[in-house]
């Protein structure tokens, strides 16, 4: 299995914005991937290792629906592989970030993605919710359920797995400040 350290970026060229991928090697050099999106701005990604090595990143970019694309390690560098931009059509705010970790525990049998988003449409930012996706054979995601965090203003979010298994966030609830949520993975179950 190739390990490596992983982070998103993007560049801000000439008023436009593309996220990509940035890695370093066994020899500690640096090196960065293709852009995120062909010719869609896209901006502060969240990336998720899949099981099969496979990274999926996740962008802000000016969809209402959940946009992913995923890169595959070629032996030597990380490339665009079969999901390129894909819609989820799940619905999430414009211009706003988001958080994804993988989940460390099957769901239904299953890996999972936990995501974190405003879904307010367009681009408010309000109604904060957490998403509870599942990986097929194929990587192809579905929704398995949601959870609304607040009704209110909700904007940047970063999400962790604790050692017990809960979902712990930290998201920003407006006038500069943040609010910190753990809950039980067990409270996104049907």
Request: aromatic letters at 12%.
């Amino acid at each position: 299995a190739n390990r490596h350290m992983i982070f998103t970026a993007y560049e801000h060229t000439s008023g436009y914005e593309r996220c990509c991928l940035i890695w370093m090697d066994q020899d500690a050099d640096w090196h960065r991937s293709e852009n995120a999106t062909w010719d869609t701005w896209s901006s502060e990604g969240t990336a998720v290792v899949l099981s099969d090595g496979t990274v999926r990143v996740f962008y802000r970019d000016n969809s209402t629906t959940l946009r992913y694309t995923d890169y595959e390690w070629n032996g030597t560098e990380y490339i665009r592989g079969r999901q390129v931009e894909v819609d989820t059509g799940i619905p999430k705010t414009a211009c706003n970030q988001l958080s994804a970790i993988r989940y460390s525990r099957p769901v239904n049998g299953k890996d999972a993605i936990i995501l974190s988003t405003a879904d307010g449409g367009g681009r408010s930012r309000s109604n904060g919710t957490i998403y509870l996706l599942t990986l097929e054979d194929d990587t192809s995601m579905s929704l398995f359920s949601s959870c609304h965090i607040t009704i209110g203003y909700y904007a940047y979010s970063c999400g962790t797995e604790l050692l017990d298994g809960d979902f712990a966030l930290l998201y920003e609830c407006g006038d500069a400040s943040i609010t910190y949520q753990k809950m039980s993975v067990k409270n996104l179950l049907p």
